[in-house]
């Protein structure tokens, strides 16, 4: 069992910043690849960034690659998602999943086995 924990969300202006973190509890922790993903209203969740539980391989969509990073320590059992050049776009529930030792970082949300209760980020224009 892992449970997620997110902090970090807020109301920020169109260009600017924030740093989510990720608390997750229980001992297995570095063998599950994390990821984040987000949910505006209205809409389906989406993939956001991944890292993997092996290699610090990375993953991002397309729509934030270059904005933000994602990045994980695994003696604090955190993981955290950089966001930079924040878009009003960028507004969404944003939610962190733990997916246990895949072969690869997936981006489709069935293959993640624990979820956080999410934390809001609202960018303003």
């Known amino acids: 069992q892992v449970q997620l924990v997110e902090s970090g969300g807020g109301f920020v202006q169109a260009g600017g910043s924030l740093r989510l973190s990720c608390a997750a509890s229980?001992?297995?922790?570095?063998?599950?690849?994390m990821g984040w993903f987000r949910q505006a209203p209205g809409k389906e969740r989406e993939f956001v960034a991944a890292?993997?539980?092996?290699?610090?391989?990375?993953r991002y969509a397309d729509s934030v690659n270059g904005r933000f990073t994602i990045s994980r320590d695994n003696a604090k059992n955190t993981v955290s998602l950089q966001m930079n050049s924040l878009k009003p776009e960028d507004t969404a529930v944003y939610y962190c999943?733990?997916?246990?030792?895949?072969?690869?970082?997936?981006?489709?949300?069935?293959?993640?086995?624990?979820w956080g209760q999410g934390t809001q980020v609202t960018v303003s224009s």
């Open positions: 229980g001992r297995t922790f570095s063998n599950y690849a």
């Open positions: 999943a733990a997916d246990w030792a895949p072969a690869t970082i997936r981006t489709e949300t069935i293959p993640y086995d624990y």
């Open positions: 890292i993997s539980w092996n290699n610090g391989n990375t």
